[in-house]
């Protein structure tokens, strides 16, 4: 198994994932944007994104379909939720919202106070989409008002999925504006050891391969 990564960028789901697992993988660190500072990589991957997972003949570049992925290298994991269980159908549309619904509109917001040309920058862009992403974070603050993780009575990676939208959050100063139960959900998570061993993980191969290792918040180019 290979993981190619960016520091701070949406792949590291996968890299959490990997390390709850326990799963032996090579970690590929890239600089960002890899489609401009690491050419060769489009080889590999012609959008020039990350993550790129590959396994054999599999590959995967989609960070939220690599956790549901992954999880059937360990089918008695806890981390996954099986179909028959009642939690199943939720499992899987925290997957995919954490994505395409919590972390899509951070991605204007980020375009449009840091990637774009200062003459290009749109205030109201950004105001109009941090606001999207707060209304919708509220599915996760009714969720987790009377328990402690999204679904199934336990971590799963459906948790692993949606903590990226609010790592992203919290690198935009939008942490104070979350309700009090994602706070209390957030900091519950970066206490796990697997996720404080990615961040070091991350760190140690960044600096050993030559890659700036300064969390950002970066996202798919």
């Known amino acids: 198994m290979k993981l190619y990564h960016c520091v701070s960028a949406r792949s590291f789901r996968a890299l959490w994932m990997l390390e709850e ?5 090579e970690l590929q660190m890239l600089p960002f944007p890899p489609r401009a500072l690491a050419k060769s990589y489009l080889e590999l991957n012609p959008l020039g994104t990350v993550p790129l997972f590959l396994n054999g003949a599999d590959r995967l570049t989609e960070s939220s379909a690599i956790c549901q992925y ?8 806890p981390l996954a939720v099986h179909p028959g269980d009642s939690a199943y159908a939720s499992y899987l549309n925290w997957l995919h919202m954490s994505d395409a619904t919590l972390t899509f509109p951070q991605t204007l917001v980020l375009r449009y106070t840091h990637f774009e040309p200062e003459a290009r920058r749109q205030p109201q862009v950004v ?5 999207w992403f707060l209304s919708r974070l509220r599915s996760v603050e009714s ?3 009377t328990r402690e993780y999204l679904c199934a009575d336990r971590f799963t990676a459906a948790d692993v999925a949606v903590s990226y939208a609010l790592m992203l959050a919290d690198f935009l100063d939008l942490q104070p504006q979350w309700g009090p139960a994602t706070q209390a959900y957030w900091q519950r998570l970066r206490e796990r050891p697997a996720f404080v061993r990615s961040l070091d993980i991350e760190r140690q191969a960044a600096i050993a391969q030559g890659v700036d290792p300064t969390p950002s918040p970066l996202l798919r180019p």
């Open 143 to 145: 969720a987790l008002a």
């Open 70 to 77: 992954l999880c059937s290298f360990a089918p008695d994991t």
């Open 127 to 131: 105001q109009d989409y941090a606001r």
């Open 21 to 25: 697992l326990g799963l032996p993988y």
